[in-house]
């Protein structure tokens, strides 16, 4: 085997590595099987080693190319959130590479140029730059999971925009110590450690900012679900009321009935029970699922459908509350009715605007299914919609919150959209209150 295809098997398993890291902590896989990815990574390895004898000179395009290519093939989220991932992993390889030409070219006192005279050089420069672009990632996904919040696409960029000026500063370093023919100063190390700190510094700037946007999104779903409770709490008070009314006028209607009865005009009382009981169903919260909360919120979100024309079909069974927060159950069902009200109610005059939800619990699981009329919808890997709208951020939170809601208690989510309807489905453990 020769010799600088052994030289650069650690170079490129390095890198490879990086790329398994840094995706892997930010980015969540779009498939359950591995194998699409071993064998990704495995290509990628293969092929630097060979572009490293062939081709050396655009084996830093390869990488570049790589770390873009990789997450939006293989990797979940927005297009920009992947874009965004490769393009910070591809800054962190070059500020890498440079701050280490510089410390040899301080170390050794050669210039920049003599470099690939001294394989000795050449090779320790590409050891120490990988390693420390490894530690970058290390550093900056801080060894766990860390996926991206759904911030404002621009965030994401305008961050990318700061690195890539990071790494603008960095060749404009290396292209001044290239030009004096000199070996690098100890200013030039100095200015090019200080470049790579601020880079790193930029992206935890950008990880308060991403905390502070998610308590914003919880603020906002936390005022949306006060709003429903006081809607909720409004029509509880006006229906009890209407009981204490039903309350007061039962002598009245028993009486009546007894009148009736006694004359054996049973047509008529038959026509005064039917109208009774119409009033006293719009008044009573129907029995849906046997647990109180969520028949009152169901009835109450059946109500709301109706008053824009929209069927609401509840099919459930006897479903037991969530042990350790039985609101979460009426969010979850809250939201995601909400959201399948609004998108019949943007459907053309004259559309069918049908809502069927479906809840079963079963095997210590609780599977939910709503399915409504729908406008054409995107769900990329049956993710959340994509919104066309400008505040992307802060549309769409409700379903947000039932997929976080969802993973929090063991689940997992899945929206598609097919033959004019969406179609959200979700499954989450569930155990018996008590």
């Not at 502070?212 to 509880?236: H, K």
Request: hydrophobic share 45%; proline share 3%; aromatic share 10%.
């Amino acid at each position: 085997m020769d010799t600088s295809m052994l030289l650069h098997i650690p170079v490129a398993a390095c890198e490879t590595v990086t790329l398994v890291l840094f995706f892997k902590r930010f980015l969540e896989k779009k498939g359950k099987s591995n194998s699409p990815y071993i064998a990704a990574y495995a290509g990628y390895f293969i092929f630097n080693i060979a572009l490293s004898i062939l081709y050396p000179g655009i084996l830093g395009v390869y990488s570049v190319l790589s770390c873009i290519v990789i997450p939006l093939a293989l990797y979940k989220g927005t297009r920009t959130q992947r874009v965004f991932c490769g393009g910070l992993l591809t800054a962190y390889f070059f500020v890498s590479e440079i701050l280490t030409m510089l410390a040899l070219s301080l170390a050794f006192g050669l210039a920049l140029s003599e470099f690939a005279e001294n394989a000795f050089i050449f090779y320790a420069g590409a050891y120490t730059s990988k390693a420390l672009s490894l530690f970058l990632a290390f550093i900056v996904s801080g060894g766990r999971k860390k996926t991206l919040s759904p911030v404002p696409f621009y965030y994401h960029l305008l961050l990318l925009f700061i690195i890539y000026i990071c790494a603008g500063l960095s060749y404009f370093d290396v292209v001044l110590v290239n030009q004096s023919g000199n070996p690098a100063t100890i200013l030039h190390v100095l200015s090019e450690t200080a470049v790579v700190v601020l880079s790193i510094l930029v992206y935890f700037v950008f990880v308060k900012y991403q905390e502070y946007a998610e308590r914003e999104t919880y603020t906002a779903i936390v005022e949306q679900q006060l709003q429903q409770d006081e809607s909720r709490f409004r029509l509880i008070d006006s229906q009890a009321v209407e009981v204490r009314g039903l309350k007061h006028d039962m002598v009245n209607h028993l009486t009546s009935i007894r009148l009736l009865s006694a004359k054996e005009d049973y047509e008529k009382l038959n026509e005064y029970l039917d109208e009774y009981m119409q009033k006293t169903a719009a008044v009573i919260s129907q029995s849906i699922t046997g647990t109180p909360s969520v028949d009152a919120l169901l009835s109450d979100k059946i109500a709301v459908a109706g008053k824009d024309g929209i069927e609401l079909e509840a099919n459930t069974g006897s479903l037991p509350e969530l042990t350790s927060s039985p609101v979460h159950l009426n969010i979850i069902l809250g939201n995601a009715l909400d959201n399948a009200i609004e998108a019949c109610r943007k459907l053309p005059v004259g559309a069918v605007r049908r809502i069927v939800l479906d809840m079963e619990a079963e095997g210590g699981w609780l599977h939910l299914r709503v399915k409504n009329s729908s406008l054409p919808v995107r769900a990329p890997g049956g993710d959340l919609p994509v919104t066309d709208k400008e505040d992307g951020a802060n549309h769409g939170l409700g379903l947000n919150i039932v997929k976080r809601l969802v993973e929090r208690y063991g689940g997992a989510m899945h929206c598609g959209y097919e033959n004019g309807e969406f179609e959200l489905i979700a499954r989450l453990r569930q155990t018996s209150a008590g």
